[in-house]
């Protein structure tokens, strides 16, 4: 199974900081990574796929960029909202496999 | 509006069974390959199972393999996930989700449900 490590686990940020959240793939996967938002009690919901492409819905300030087996997602200007647990996926093989979560606090 | 319902969550013994449904609305149910997908409480997301498009191909986790069967029924829209011989460790919100693409088995996915909350307990 590829595995899938992210970075920081927990990281405290304040409106209108730029945030960076890192995931490694255990082995090369190309493109097919994908990153996920998911607020307390309810359903993940996708943010960037392949990479680096903006799901439909998503705010601009949400980017994703990487290949092989180094991803990140990029928040550029935080809002209030923002403040979730970030997941990212990747879809390159079976088992889908998704990397531990980023808990991203107001500080 | 493109949607996925999950039922069929409760309280069950060890070793019991339970059934997980899923109803898709607003999309073209057949034509997409679906997946079961759980979180433990306080835990990371974790995938469970596929089943591709007229229900002759399945794929499952090795934690689940053996124990969890997943099935549809195009005519109904509806996905399921037989548990059987369930364990402490299974207990878990499950998700059902849709693939990004039609026909793809491995996709980001873009459609949840709301969860379904399963509880093993004694």
């Known amino acids: 199974d590829i595995q899938m490590t992210q970075s920081p686990s927990s990281l405290s940020a304040s409106v209108g900081d730029r945030v960076t959240i890192t995931c490694r793939a255990s082995q090369i996967i190309s493109s097919y990574l994908n990153w996920y938002q998911q607020k307390p009690g309810k359903a993940p919901k996708l943010l960037i796929f392949?990479?680096?492409s903006l799901q439909s819905g998503v705010p601009s300030r949400f980017s994703g960029s990487g290949s092989g087996t180094d991803f990140t997602l990029t928040i550029s200007s935080l809002q209030p909202e923002d403040f979730a647990t970030y997941y990212c996926q990747q879809s390159y093989s079976t088992p889908d496999t998704f990397g531990q979560g980023t808990k991203l606090e107001i500080k | 509006e493109v949607q996925l319902v999950e039922s069929g969550g409760g309280l069950v013994q060890p070793g019991g069974s339970l059934r997980l449904s899923c109803a898709a609305s607003?999309?073209?149910?057949?034509?997409?390959?679906m997946h079961w997908v759980r979180q433990a409480p306080g835990k990371g997301l974790v995938w469970v199972s596929r089943i591709n498009l007229d229900g002759t191909s399945t794929n499952y986790a090795d934690s689940v393999e053996g124990r969890f069967t997943i099935s549809r029924d195009n005519a109904k829209n509806t996905l399921y996930l037989q548990m059987n011989s369930l364990r402490a460790e299974d207990t878990a919100v499950y998700y059902c989700a849709k693939p990004k693409d039609r026909g793809k088995m491995i996709d980001a996915f873009d459609i949840w449900g709301q969860g379904t909350m399963v509880t093993v307990s004694s």
């Open positions: 392949a990479a680096s």
């Open positions: 607003g999309f073209s149910f057949s034509n997409y390959w």
